[in-house]
Nanobody, 124 residues
Framework: QVQLVEFGGGLVQPGGSLRLSCAAS????????IAWFRQAPGKEREGVSC????????YYAESVKGRFTISRHNAKNMMYLQMDSLKPEDTAVYYC?????????????????WGQGTQVTVSA
C-alpha cells in the first residue's frame, strides 16, 4: 500500500525554523520526483518546492526562495522540507507529494501520491 506520512509541523515564532519530514512506504522513493505543497485557510493549495528523481532543476516558489530547502534521503525513503526565517504568511497545512517521473512540475495535478498534511503555524 502506497503511503506518505508527514510529521514535524507545529507552532513556531516568526524568524524561527522548522523541518518537515515525510515518510514514504509501499514504493521506493529513488525513482520518484518529490514535492511539498501548502494550503492556507481560504486559499488554494500551492506548490512550495519540487525536485526531480535524478539530476535536474529544483523548483522553489518565489515566496520561499532562499528560506526553504527540499531534500531527500533515498536510503531511508524519506523527504524533507527545511524551513528557515519563517513568516506568519507561511502558516498553512503542508503536504508532501510524489510521482514516478524524471522531472517535477509544481502544479497540483501532476502528482500521484499525497500525504495527509501537517499544520505549520507561525505566530508570536
Amino acid at each position: 500500500q502506497v503511503q506518505l506520512v508527514e510529521f514535524g509541523g507545529g507552532l513556531v515564532q516568526p524568524g524561527g525554523s522548522l523541518r518537515l519530514s515525510c515518510a514514504a512506504s509501499g514504493f521506493t522513493l529513488d525513482y520518484y520526483a518529490i514535492a511539498w505543497f501548502r494550503q492556507a485557510p481560504g486559499k488554494e493549495r500551492e506548490g512550495v518546492s519540487c525536485t526531480p528523481s535524478s539530476d535536474g532543476t529544483t523548483y522553489y516558489a518565489e515566496s520561499v526562495k532562499g528560506r526553504f530547502t527540499i531534500s531527500r534521503h533515498n536510503a531511508k525513503n524519506m523527504m524533507y522540507l527545511q524551513m528557515d526565517s519563517l513568516k506568519p504568511e507561511d502558516t498553512a497545512v503542508y503536504y508532501c507529494a510524489a510521482r514516478q517521473a524524471l522531472l517535477c512540475v509544481p502544479g497540483e495535478s501532476f502528482w500521484d501520491y499525497w500525504g495527509q498534511g501537517t499544520q505549520v503555524t507561525v505566530s508570536a
